[in-house]
Every structure is written in structure tokens, then in C-alpha cells.
């Protein structure tokens, strides 16, 4: 049994991706460190080296 998936066994660790009407297809995962990145609407996905000069900002208020 494929569960749906079209695949009889998955590796530990990988990301999924569907690919419409034909079998599920693994990613290898990436190494330590790298970001699954959108590479746009035609081509898979894949692991990279986040951009340089982006950030994520938090700021938390408490009290009021």
C-alpha cells in the first residue's frame, strides 16, 4: 500500500512535495543551516543559503 502518496516507503526527514496528479516526490533534506526556498511557480523548491541582509524583527510590549 502507497497510503495515497503513490510511494510505498518515505525516508526519515524528508519534505514532500506534489506534483498534481502524478506520485508524491521527496526532497532530500539540506544541510544544517540552509532554508527551503521557493525557486517560483514552475520549479521545485530547494534548500539554500538564506539571502544575506535579511532579518526577522520582534518587539514585545508588556504592561499597558
Known amino acids: 500500500g502507497s497510503g495515497g ?3 510505498a516507503t518515505l525516508a526519515d526527514h524528508y519534505v514532500l512535495l506534489g506534483s498534481g ?3 508524491v516526490t ?3 533534506p539540506g544541510t544544517s543551516g540552509l532554508v ?3 525557486n517560483g511557480t514552475s520549479a521545485d523548491p530547494s ?3 538564506a539571502s544575506a541582509g ?6 514585545m510590549v508588556v504592561g499597558g
Open 5 to 7: 502518496t503513490g510511494v
Open 54 to 59: 535579511h532579518s526577522l524583527g520582534m518587539a
Open 21 to 23: 496528479t502524478g506520485t
Open 36 to 38: 527551503l526556498t521557493s
Open 26 to 28: 521527496p526532497i532530500t
Open 47 to 49: 534548500f539554500q543559503a
